[in-house]
Nanobody, 123 residues
């Protein structure tokens, strides 16, 4: 059973940066995808970014492309989401997820979820 723990959320102003981390309790399979999703108030959980553990190929939602960067640290079993040029519409609870399915843009592609971390961007 993989346990995921997120950290790094907080309250920032528009244009600022935040760095979210997700630590996995066990070594992640190279075939796994690690993803970040977010849920804004009154909205569905949406895909933000994903990275394939083996190879490190990355994928992004159009809304964050060019501003967010997902990366991994194999030695620490950690995935990081670097968020730059934050906007008020980025305000949400951000969730880390791990899964072995290829449909990594969907929540159904993930088997394990973290508890979430709040990101609030003021204008």
């Amino acid at each position: 059973q993989v346990q995921l723990v997120e950290s790094g959320g907080g309250l920032v102003q528009a244009g600022d940066s935040l760095r979210l981390s997700c630590a996995a309790s066990v070594r992640t399979s190279s075939s796994y995808f690690m993803g970040w999703f977010r849920r804004a108030p009154g909205k569905e959980r949406e895909f933000v970014a994903a990275i394939r553990w083996g190879g490190g190929i990355t994928y992004y939602a159009d809304s964050v492309k060019g501003r967010f960067t997902i990366s991994k640290d194999n030695a620490k079993n950690t995935v990081v989401l670097q968020m730059n040029s934050l906007k008020p519409e980025d305000t949400a609870v951000y969730y880390c997820a791990a899964g072995g399915a290829s449909y990594f843009r969907s929540t159904s592609g993930y088997d394990h979820w973290g508890q979430g971390t709040q990101v609030t961007v003021s204008s």
